[in-house]
């Protein structure tokens, strides 16, 4: 039997990339004593693996494909075939950035002011390249974790990653610039994507994947309406193209199907019953496939 090797992150985006893979249609089980999770799909054999180390295994072989973000892939300079973004992340759906960050308190304005200074960071290599880029000669020390607490004593300042800032601000810190923004994609092993039942495989992965992360913070609304209160409806509803117009066994009567964002709806529903729309349902969406 053809099977997938497919590695998922270990770590800070485990637990968000296991509920995307429910939404999509896959229930994986991990054993906390395993790196091998079971997963309803006997084509696939899955794998955990940091997010860090995760474009390198794939470059090698070792998987077939995976999920890390775009900053790892930098990190290794690793040659990969990026098959798609997958905005999420560990507490949004959306990206991350790597900063550069210093003490509220220190004189340092600019990255220039960080000649000859040391920077803390997991991301040693996109950091030095990044420091070259501005024409800033400092020192670059690999951080083991806990980095935003490592200025002004460890280190002048930080390239560390933050969703919202707000960890960096609780200790202290302030950004100065930013270094990379990043966010999960797809990748595969140049081999595996020139196979064509793993290709294949890869993309139907990916179309749920990404039908999942289209789905996130949207429902779906059906509801019924008079022919001559139609045009009022519509006014109401925003849509994801167009909303779906069915004719009832009541000539006078159709069904409206639509999606809109969920944190609309409370709005949405008293509009709706204004305009004289009846048998509202809500109902929750797990893909969109467009």
Aim: aromatic share 6%; hydrophobic share 45%; with cysteine.
């Amino acid at each position: 039997m053809n099977r997938l090797k497919l590695g998922l992150p270990k770590g800070s985006l485990q637990d968000a990339s296991l509920q995307l893979f429910r939404r999509a249609g896959y229930e994986i089980t991990i054993n906390p004593r395993s790196y091998f999770p079971a997963i309803d799909d006997d084509e696939i054999e899955c794998m955990l693996i940091r997010a860090q180390e995760m474009a390198r295994y794939v470059e090698d072989g070792v998987l077939d494909a995976g999920l890390t973000g775009k900053d790892w892939i930098l990190e290794n300079q690793a040659t990969v075939v990026e098959v798609a973004d997958l905005i999420y992340a560990k507490q949004t759906l959306g990206k991350v950035r790597w900063v550069l960050a210093v003490p509220e308190k220190s004189p340092f304005q600019c990255v220039q002011d960080l000649e000859g200074k040391v920077v803390a960071t997991e991301l040693v290599g996109v950091c030095k390249r990044y420091l070259e880029g501005k024409g800033v000669k400092a020192k670059v020390e690999f951080s083991w974790g806990a980095t935003e607490v490592k200025p002004p004593v460890l280190a002048d300042a930080i390239v560390e990653v933050t969703e919202t800032g707000s960890s960096l601000r609780a200790n202290g810190l302030r950004i100065l610039e930013t270094v990379l923004e990043s966010n999960t994609k797809f990748i595969a092993n140049r081999t595996a994507w020139d196979e064509p039942w793993k290709r294949a495989k890869i993309e139907m992965l990916v179309m749920l994947l990404q039908g999942a992360i289209d789905a996130s913070g949207k429902v779906g609304l059906m509801l019924n309406v008079l022919r001559q209160d139609l045009e009022n409806v519509l006014a109401v509803l925003p849509a994801l193209k167009r909303p779906t117009i069915s004719q009832l066994s009541d000539p006078e009567w159709v069904a409206v199907n639509t999606v809109i964002e969920e944190k609309t709806v409370r709005e949405i529903i008293p509009r709706l019953k204004a305009a004289r729309a009846q048998g509202i349902v809500e109902y929750p969406l797990n893909k969109i496939v467009l």
